[in-house]
């Protein structure tokens, strides 16, 4: 069976178990059910804990195999030791796809890394795509479903992300939310026992509701899947990546934090480079390239017009662009004409134009070339 026919049960679910649903506010299982309900989820929510009768007015179950529900996806925060039962259960129950939350595998050590490697091979061998372990959890505003722990529920747009930290997942749902932007989806790897960084690029590929490919990375599982599915992601949309652990410093930071070993930079920058990869150098960077690409087209072609409110500024724009590729373009006598008609007589309506260094917002409109 093609695993990727799987990918509908965690993006799209239709029914989600949460094993380890808790009634106190705080606690990751609670989270988990309060997002799913606040982010207006119109699937079916199904609590699952032996201590509970009831999380947040939902009935809550004490065992996933014996309740007689069907679920798409399962959210699994429970204890290290008990995930294993839990992630059985799930397949058990008809699960699609589990997403496991909790923390405690290779990233503490070997005895965590070999039930990390063990739950893999469950989910592996039954055709069940598993998120994690140690992630944040996942959120599809489209689908309208939270189904993360995270603090907020970004409104729907058209990035999507993909990112080895779960506490990157949210500084970039506060980022988003202190600019009045909008996700499509966020997905939160972990240490990607299963689903990594090459499936997440070709899902995104292929989905309508993405205009923009957004991913940090510590490591890349495989290196010629990562690139097949980068060239086929990056021929469609836009892919960014903040690539971190390039110093040695960072490599040890990055095999401590996920369990994974960062390879050679060198390696990584060349890879970005032959599947048209955009990398980042910086995480705020990252943000820039997102919201510019998310908020206009694509350019068609390599002729750039630059606007600017000083002399020095456009030379230095104007080396940039050049040194880039591409070109500054010559502007047609028909548009040099409208331009000197709209704009100041002190003004340079060549190509940069000049808007002059009292320029409000409405004269920067003005200089738009038609």
């Not at 039930?115 to 091979?121: D, S, V």
Request: with cysteine; proline share 5%; hydrophobic share 45%.
């Amino acid at each position: 069976m093609d695993r990727s026919n799987m990918m509908p049960a965690l993006l799209t679910p239709s029914a989600i178990a949460i094993i380890g649903a808790s009634r106190s506010p705080g606690k990751v299982g609670h989270e988990l059910v309060a997002n799913l309900l606040a982010s207006g989820y119109a699937g079916r929510i199904i609590p699952v804990n032996p201590s509970a009768s009831e999380v947040l007015g939902l009935k809550c179950h004490p065992d996933l195999r014996k309740c007689g529900e069907r679920v798409d996806l399962s959210l699994i925060a429970v204890p290290t030791p008990l995930v294993r039962a839990a992630v059985e259960d799930s397949i058990e129950a008809g699960a699609g796809a589990v997403a496991v939350i909790t923390a405690g595998f290779k990233e503490v050590g070997k005895a965590g890394a070999e039930l990390e490697h063990e739950i893999a091979g469950i989910c592996r061998s039954r055709n069940v795509r598993l998120l994690g372990p140690n992630c944040l959890g996942l959120i599809n505003t489209h689908h309208h479903m939270n189904a993360s722990f995270a603090k907020k529920t970004p409104k729907q747009g058209g990035i999507s992300v993909m990112s080895q930290s779960g506490a990157l997942c949210t500084a970039i749902l506060d980022w988003a939310a202190g600019r009045h932007l909008g996700l499509a989806k966020l997905i939160s790897m972990g240490n990607k026992a299963d689903l990594s960084e090459t499936d997440f690029l070709t899902a995104f590929a292929g989905d309508p509701e993405t205009r923009v490919i957004v991913g940090y990375l510590e490591s890349i599982v495989c290196g010629n899947a990562f690139i097949k599915a980068a060239e086929l992601a990056s021929s469609r949309k836009p892919v960014v990546v903040f690539k971190a652990g390039v110093t040695q410093a960072g490599v040890k930071a990055a095999s401590s934090h996920t369990g994974s070993l960062a390879g050679a930079d060198i390696a990584y920058g060349a890879a970005f480079k032959r599947s048209g990869v955009i990398r980042a150098e910086t995480f705020e960077a990252m943000f820039d390239y997102a919201v510019a690409f998310s908020m206009q087209p694509l350019p068609k072609g390599d002729r750039v017009a630059i606007i600017t409110n000083a002399g020095g500024p456009g030379i230095m724009a104007a080396d940039a662009v050049e040194a880039s590729g591409m070109r500054v373009t010559t502007l047609a006598s028909g548009t040099a004409t409208a331009l000197r008609e709209k704009l100041p007589a002190a003004a340079s309506v060549n190509n940069p134009i000049d808007v002059l260094g009292d320029a409000d917002p409405e004269r920067y409109v003005m200089a738009v070339p038609p």
